[in-house]
C-alpha cells in the first residue's frame, strides 16, 4: 500500500506554542485518522474526521480535511512536554476491507 | 475504552527459531485484526490482514510461509515468525477494530503496544 506524505519529518517547540502537522494522501477515503505514538510503543488513537467534514476538534486538538486537496492537518494547541511523540495520520480507503494507510509520520518534540 | 493486549513485548532469540506474538481484545470482539510491522523512525506497513475463521490476507510482498497469522477465535489472532533472521528483526503491532453486524467504516482502530523483534 502507498503511504502517505507528511510535513515536517520533525519539529521542535517550546510548550505552550501551537504545533502544526501536515497529511496528503493519494486515494479517496472513507476518513482520515490522526495517531500518536511514543517511543517503543503501539499506537494511541487521537481523533478521526470522516470524508464528508471539513473540521473537527478534540480537547487541544484541532484536526481539518480538504478532500480536493488530500490533505489534512492536525494542530495541537497549548503544546506541553508530554505531547512529544510521532504523530502519524492514516487513512481508510474507499474500497478497502478497513486497513489503513499510514503518513510517514511527524517526530513532534516539545520542550519544557 | 477497548484495549488490546499484544504479548510478549520484546523477544531476543537466535536465528531459525520461530517466534509467536499473541494479540488479544481483552473487553471486545474482533472479527478483523491487522499486523503491521516497523522499522526504526519510519511509519507502520501493513503486513495482513487477519480474519476470524478464515485465512489471512497478505499484502504484496509478505510471505506468508514465513509469517504465520491465525485467528482462531473472535479475540485472538496469533502472528508466527518462521525461521526468524537478523533481517526480520523489527518491531511488530496488531490492531482491531470492534465487531460489526457489517463492514463499517468510521470506527476507530485500537492498537496493542508491538513486540520489538531481535534476531541475533
Known amino acids: 500500500s502507498q503511504q502517505g506524505e507528511e510535513d515536517p519529518q520533525a519539529l521542535s517547540i517550546q510548550e505552550g506554542e501551537n504545533a502544526t502537522m501536515n497529511c496528503s494522501y493519494e486515494?479517496?477515503?472513507?476518513?482520515l485518522q490522526w495517531y500518536r505514538q511514543n517511543s517503543g510503543r503501539g499506537l494511541v488513537h487521537l481523533i478521526l474526521?470522516?470524508?464528508?467534514?471539513r473540521e473537527k476538534h478534540s480537547g487541544r486538538l484541532r484536526v481539518t480535511l480538504d478532500t480536493s486537496k488530500k490533505s489534512s492537518s492536525l494542530l495541537i494547541t497549548a503544546s506541553r512536554a508530554a505531547d512529544t511523540a510521532s504523530y502519524f495520520c492514516?487513512?481508510?480507503?474507499?474500497?478497502?476491507?478497513?486497513?489503513?494507510?499510514f503518513g510517514s509520520g511527524t517526530q513532534l518534540t516539545v520542550l519544557p | 475504552g477497548a484495549v488490546v493486549s499484544q504479548h510478549p513485548s520484546r523477544v531476543i532469540c537466535k536465528s531459525g527459531t520461530s517466534v509467536k506474538i499473541e494479540c488479544r481484545s481483552l473487553?471486545?470482539?474482533?472479527?478483523?485484526m491487522f499486523w503491521y510491522r516497523q522499522f526504526p523512525k519510519q511509519s507502520l506497513m501493513l503486513m495482513a490482514t487477519?480474519?476470524?475463521?478464515?485465512?489471512?490476507?497478505?499484502e504484496q510482498g509478505v510471505e506468508k510461509d514465513k509469517f504465520l497469522i491465525n485467528h482462531a477465535s473472535l479475540t485472538l489472532s496469533t502472528l508466527t515468525v518462521t525461521s526468524a533472521h537478523p533481517e526480520d528483526s523489527s518491531f511488530y503491532i496488531c490492531?482491531?477494530?470492534?465487531?460489526?453486524?457489517?463492514?463499517?467504516?468510521?470506527?476507530?482502530?485500537?492498537f496493542g503496544d508491538g513486540t520489538r523483534l531481535s534476531i541475533l
Open positions: 490492531s482491531a477494530s470492534q465487531r460489526t453486524g457489517q463492514l463499517l467504516h468510521n470506527q476507530p482502530q485500537h
Open positions: 486515494t479517496s477515503i472513507n476518513n
Open positions: 474526521i470522516r470524508s464528508n467534514e
Open positions: 487477519s480474519n476470524e475463521g478464515s485465512k489471512a490476507t497478505y
Open positions: 473487553d471486545f470482539q474482533a472479527t478483523t
Open positions: 492514516a487513512t481508510d480507503a474507499v474500497g478497502s476491507a478497513r486497513q489503513l494507510t
